[in-house]
């Protein structure tokens, strides 16, 4: 299946810095990319959907100004969690869809970014 | 009501033993239906399709009952290795697609 990377792996960062995370389709063009969050037992949250060269739609409930995401190319999706807060400590998963808008298409899955907020 | 539930778990069941999830979506946009496995502080992985003629692979059987808004997933001769969270995904399309993840079921195989 396709490969979609994720940096950094885990991270750990004093209350109030911004934490960049790279998601990185390695071998396919994705137009569509997604953001999710996971607590502990919990299961994936969508955030948003980041969409190549335009603005990300952002579930309700996530701060767009909060957790910026940047889709600059079929590539590459960025998302910075800014003003960290101990709160925003999570699993961040990131997914990429091969073809856009086909339903059926599989998702692939990043191998998700472990933030912890101190 | 959540847009899809599963069943609570933990499973705890012996190796070698036949293991039923059950999934509801509430949605009659839901278009499309996956089962995913998670292993402990890592990503979702495609398990299988899901479809309405029902689909099997090795041990792991999946059904889609579009009538009653059900999907399930049977795993026989359960193994060890079995042992993670599956979570039941769907997929709605409302304008946009939408992807929905279940809160996952716990599976525990023992020796």
């Known amino acids: 299946g396709a490969v979609v990377s994720q940096h950094p792996s885990r991270v750990i960062c004093k209350s109030g810095t911004s934490v960049k995370i790279e998601c990185r389709s390695l071998?396919?063009?994705?137009?569509?990319m997604f953001w999710y969050r996971q607590f502990p037992k919990q299961s994936l949250m969508l955030m948003a959907t980041?969409?190549?060269?335009?603005?990300?739609?952002?579930e309700q409930g996530v701060e767009k100004d909060k957790f910026l995401i940047n889709h600059a190319s079929l590539t590459l999706s960025t998302l910075t969690v800014t003003s960290a807060h101990p709160e925003d400590s999570s699993f961040y998963i990131c997914?990429?869809?091969?073809?856009?808008?086909?339903?059926?298409?599989?998702?692939?899955f990043g191998p998700g970014t472990r933030l912890t907020v101190l | 009501r959540k847009e899809v539930e599963q069943d609570p778990g933990p499973f705890n069941v012996p190796e070698g033993a036949t293991v039923a999830f059950n999934c509801t979506y509430s949605?009659?946009?839901?278009?499309?239906f996956f089962w995913y496995r998670q292993d402990c502080r890592k990503e979702p992985k495609l398990l299988m399709s899901?479809?309405?003629s029902g689909n099997e692979d090795g041990r792991f059987t999946a059904q889609l009952n579009r009538a009653s808004q059900y999907i399930s997933l049977l795993i026989r001769d359960s193994k060890l290795s079995d042992s993670a969270t599956y979570l039941c995904?769907?997929?709605?399309?409302?304008?946009?697609?939408?992807?929905?993840f279940g809160a996952g079921t716990r599976l525990f195989v023992k020796a």
């Open positions: 899901v479809y309405s």
């Open positions: 071998d396919f063009q994705a137009t569509t």
């Open positions: 980041s969409n190549e060269g335009s603005k990300a739609t952002y």
């Open positions: 995904v769907v997929i709605l399309n409302t304008g946009g697609f939408k992807t929905i």
């Open positions: 997914s990429a869809r091969s073809s856009p808008g086909t339903s059926a298409n599989e998702q692939f």
């Open positions: 949605n009659s946009a839901s278009q499309s």
